[in-house]
């Protein structure tokens, strides 16, 4: 766990702490719920999910409700987003700053007391530039950046997540928030993202946590 030359002497200990307190075995509950509007036009999804993450990594989720415009998603779009989130594209997932195996992504300064700013040159939606705080025993509370990559129609987009202690000694994402501007056709767009993160449980082995969903 190298962290480069330059980088605050805190992100070190930050990234020791991340990795400290997200291992282990946990399933949970995610309630996503996306809205855009465009011109005449508007669109809104409402998900929940479980998933299970080990140490700290998603391995699996299951939708158990999924609806579009207010209508229950068919069978072909649940499997459809079950696919994107088990199998994400390359680039497409976050890679935290905070973790050791992403240092290289990432240039780092102090962003003032208890923040440090990040900011990277990798082109895909998993990197962007952005600043975290964290605790007085280096537990990561807050991350907000915005992607080097957006979503289609997007012109700027900001991305801040919470985390807070879940379970005993365990830290994750609690809420997230997505907010974007940009266009659809002649007119001016905007779209949200929140999502809502509850209901962690801790397993003994990855095999028992997939069964339960």
């Known amino acids: 766990m190298t962290p480069p030359a330059d980088a605050p ?10 990795e400290q307190s997200t291992r ?6 995610l309630h996503r719920v996306l809205e855009a509007h465009g011109g005449f036009s508007s669109h ?16 699996k989720v299951r939708v158990s409700q999924y609806a579009v415009n207010g209508k229950s998603a068919n069978a072909g779009a649940v499997s459809a ?10 680039g497409d997932v976050f890679a935290p700053p905070f973790l050791a195996d992403d240092f290289d992504g990432y240039a780092y300064r102090e962003g ?29 509370v807050t991350c907000t950046y ?3 990559v957006l979503p289609p129609h997007a012109a ?28 659809y056709g002649p007119f001016s767009a905007a779209g949200s993202v929140q999502v809502t993160y509850s209901n962690f ?9 997939l069964s339960a969903l």
């Open 112 to 140: 003032g007391p208890w923040t440090i700013d990040f900011s990277s040159n990798v082109h895909d939606a998993g990197h962007g530039n952005g600043s975290f705080s964290y605790d007085a025993q280096y537990n990561v």
């Open 24 to 29: 282990g075995i946990v399933v949970f509950k």
């Open 9 to 18: 002497p805190a992100l070190l200990q930050v990234a020791q702490r991340y």
């Open 201 to 209: 449980q801790r397993f003994p082995d990855l095999q028992s946590a």
């Open 81 to 90: 987003l079950e696919e994107s989130w088990n199998h994400p594209a390359a």
């Open 156 to 183: 700027s987009g900001e991305i801040v997540d919470r985390r807070a202690e879940v379970l005993p000694g365990y830290w994750a994402v609690t809420q997230e928030l997505q907010q974007y501007k940009g266009s």
């Open 44 to 59: 809104r999804e409402d998900v929940v999910m479980n998933g299970v993450y080990d140490d700290g990594v998603l391995v």
């Open 146 to 148: 915005e992607p080097n």
